[in-house]
């Protein structure tokens, strides 16, 4: 059975399989299908740092669904600050859900929290088997994450300025040596503005790879 891949706006995008749903780094402003906290129904929210476009609506959405935040312990602090479910976690770390296998990984950037860390997520939902980079430049240790849990899809920033452009980003690419890239962090605002269509072309010049350009707004079925 395959699962849904609902890209939402900017590095947000829901996975939906078993008649179950997750949603990462939940920010919705201006998002093009007008969803707001209240229409977005989930079980679990995966944040990867606290910059505002990542935790976004994050905590809003899991008052109104009994949602379970898991993130790194300090973003899973003030989630219970605020008064919502959350799991902590932290780099390194794995865990066992209903759904299956969640790991945080590294990820070179800025927390958004006092004394915190970013992190990138590998999940295996329901066999649905993916890479979130989350906000990140690159590193050469990402060519160990497929040694460690493997997955078919890679989930990567390539808007350049606050994360890996496209040329970096096809070097992850061939570090991770992932099925299918899907491209996300870029064309929100100028300073992240590139042209996806070449990032594809190059990635599938240059590697085994091949790039699954979502529009936002728009939902692929992924194995």
């Not at 849904?4 to 990462?24: D, G, P, T, V, Y």
């Not at 939940?26 to 229409?39: H, V």
């Not at 699954?212 to 939902?219: C, S």
Request: hydrophobic fraction near 45%; aromatic fraction near 12%.
């Amino acid at each position: 059975m395959s699962a849904k891949f609902h890209f939402i706006n900017h590095a947000c995008f829901m996975l939906e399989k078993n008649n179950s749903a997750i949603i990462f780094d939940p920010y919705l402003d201006d998002n093009s299908e007008g969803l707001t906290a209240k229409d977005i129904k989930v079980d679990y929210i995966f944040v990867s740092h606290g910059h505002f476009d990542h935790l976004g609506s994050a905590f809003e959405i899991s008052k109104n669904c009994d949602a379970t935040i898991i993130s790194t312990a300090e973003i899973c602090g003030l989630a219970q600050e605020a008064g919502c479910k959350a799991h902590a976690m932290h780099l390194g770390g794995t865990f066992k859900f209903p759904f299956g296998k969640v790991r945080l990984t590294l990820a070179f950037h800025g927390s958004g929290v006092p004394g915190g860390h970013a992190c990138g997520i590998v999940i295996d939902f329901y066999g649905t088997k993916l890479y979130f980079a989350g906000d990140t430049a690159l590193f050469s240790d990402m060519q160990l994450l497929p040694k460690l849990d493997a997955f078919e899809y890679a989930v990567l920033p390539i808007g350049g300025n606050f994360t890996m452009d496209p040329n970096d980003a096809l070097i992850a690419c061939k570090l991770l040596q992932a099925k299918y890239v899907i491209p996300v962090h870029y064309n929100t605002w100028p300073p992240i503005a590139q042209d996806v269509e070449a990032f594809k072309a190059a990635v599938e010049d240059e590697t085994d790879s091949k790039v699954l350009i979502v529009k936002p707004g728009n939902t692929i079925d992924i194995d």
